[in-house]
């Protein structure tokens, strides 16, 4: 299985450096984080307003997720990451919702929606140009974040299936791109 730290080298090369816009968001984190309720609110609102996605909570579980979801919005417009914070959204975010069974979609539309509702808000509380500059910042590193948990997601799946079957996640790799190949063509 590949490492976090390939998959954000990865994407640093192709997306941009982070440290940048670490020292953005390290620089606005005490208002940012006044922030967490309205974002914590509009998040778990949207996910339970949704049959689907409402399906996958337990009965009761929502303050333990939005206290949750409140910390971890708080670390990432802290701007202080360690390595362990970002092996933590590869290993540990990204597993847990294969444990939970929430696809890639899921995953993604989520982050979307709150980078979409940070936007809103950055764009009522500062000047433009300032909100521009704060919203990249926090959408480069969601997209990190995001970036992370799905390639933890579909390498915890490709280990599974080697597992399962025997075959070395190569070979694997290999069939997807042979049956993508069809699938494609017929298209």
Not at 130 to 136: D, I, K, L, M, S
Not at 145 to 157: D, I, K, Q
């Amino acid at each position: 299985m590949k490492d976090y730290r390939e998959v954000l080298k990865s994407f640093e090369s192709i997306a941009g450096p982070i440290k940048p816009h670490a020292e953005v968001l390290r620089r606005y984190a005490e208002n940012l984080k006044e922030w967490d309720e309205l974002l914590v609110k509009v998040f778990y609102d949207t996910l339970f307003s949704y049959g689907t996605s409402a399906s996958i909570f337990r009965e009761g579980e929502r303050t333990e997720r939005e206290v949750a979801l409140k910390m971890w919005y708080r670390r990432v417009v802290s701007g202080e990451w360690d390595e362990s914070f970002w092996e933590w959204q590869f290993r540990k975010v990204g597993f847990a919702h294969v444990i939970r069974g929430i696809p890639n979609e899921f995953i993604l539309s989520a982050m979307s929606l709150l980078q979409r509702t940070f936007l809103e808000k950055a764009l009522q509380e500062f000047p433009v140009e300032e909100a521009v500059r704060v919203y990249t910042a926090f959408k480069h590193i969601t997209d990190a974040v995001a970036t992370l948990m799905a390639a933890g997601y579909m390498y915890c799946y490709l280990e599974a299936l080697s597992e399962s079957t025997g075959m070395p996640p190569a070979l694997i790799e290999r069939h997807a791109v042979l049956l993508a190949r069809r699938i494609y063509e017929e298209i």
